[in-house]
Every structure is written in structure tokens, then in C-alpha cells.
């Protein structure tokens, strides 16, 4: 219940999509378009600044910037993780309301360039979480799944 959060920065996860691909941009839009969790947004390459909010994000963040990205000059999406200050860790109560209340809930792999709902998501261990398909580790992507998603409010 943050009063006055622009659009923008209310989704903790963000798919950025090479302009060039359309269709994909399009498919991804509808797929996520009732979804609070992630913002679909097309690669811009002129960075834009958004401010001070902004910045702490990017510290927050230890690798990738989107705009340099070498999977979108490869013409794939990629996806942009905001963890939330407050949900860090995955714990028992996390989990339970992950698989019983957000198992429909669609999360996506940049890796494999698939969306998964999470009750297929692998659990690796009791605070790791992994694709189902190609392995690779989504544990950050579900995090910020929690940080915006209804049944965690
Ligand atoms: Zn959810
Ligand atoms: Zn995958």
C-alpha cells in the first residue's frame, strides 16, 4: 500500500524486449497484461534516467544493465530482477503461500526464453529455486515475484 509509486517502479520485474521483435513483444504483452509482478517494455537503447529511486536500484543490482545487454543484440528478452529491501530470503511461510497461492502465477527464464507458472518452478533446496526446463537458477526472479505479488501483501 505505498501511496504514491509511479507505474514504473511498482513491478519488481521487468522483461525487456529487442525493439526488433515484435511479435514477441506483442505475445509477451497479452501474456503478462494482468500480471502485477512483470512489466513487458520494449528495448529503448537511448538510456533513460529516472532518478534518485533509480540509481539505488542499479547499486542494488551486482550485474547486468539492460542496455548493453548482449543476449538483446542477440535479438533474445531479458529479465531485469528488482529484489525488495524487505523479502531477501525465501522462508517457510514464503514457501507455502508460493506454491499454494501463486502456482498459477507465470514467472519467466531468461535462459530459455519460456515463462513457467510457479507451481512447476524446481525447489533446489529449501531457499533455492530453479527452472524447469533448463536449470537455470530463478531464485532471484522469484524473490521479486514475492516483493510485488498480492498474496504477500
Ligand atoms: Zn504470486
Ligand atoms: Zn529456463
Given at each position: 500500500?505505498?501511496?504514491?509509486a ?9 522483461i525487456i524486449v ?5 511479435t514477441l ?7 503478462f ?17 529516472r532518478g ?15 542496455e548493453v ?6 535479438g533474445?528478452?531479458i529479465v531485469?530482477a528488482r ?6 530470503v525465501?522462508?517457510d511461510?514464503m ?15 531468461q535462459?530459455?526464453?519460456n515463462?513457467?507458472r510457479?507451481?512447476w518452478v ?5 531457499a533455492?529455486?530453479?527452472c524447469p ?6 531464485t532471484e526472479?522469484v524473490l521479486?515475484h514475492?516483493a510485488?505479488c498480492q498474496?504477500?501483501s
Open positions: 500500500m505505498q501511496g504514491q509511479t507505474p514504473e517502479s511498482t513491478k519488481p520485474l521487468m529487442p525493439r526488433a521483435q515484435t513483444s506483442t505475445a509477451l504483452h497479452r501474456a497484461q494482468n500480471d502485477a509482478t512483470v512489466e513487458v517494455t520494449v528495448d529503448r537503447r537511448v538510456t533513460e534516467r534518485v529511486a533509480d540509481t539505488v536500484h542499479r547499486q542494488r543490482e551486482r550485474r547486468r544493465r539492460p545487454h548482449p543476449d538483446l543484440t542477440a533474445r528478452w531485469v529484489p525488495s529491501p524487505s523479502i531477501d525465501v522462508d511461510r514457501r507455502a503461500i508460493l506454491f499454494l497461492c501463486c502456482a498459477h502465477h507465470a514467472i519467466p527464464c535462459q530459455c526464453q515463462t513457467y510457479l507451481g524446481q525447489r533446489l533446496d529449501q533455492h529455486f530453479a526446463l533448463c536449470r537455470n537458477d530463478l526472479t521479486a514475492a510485488g498474496n504477500f
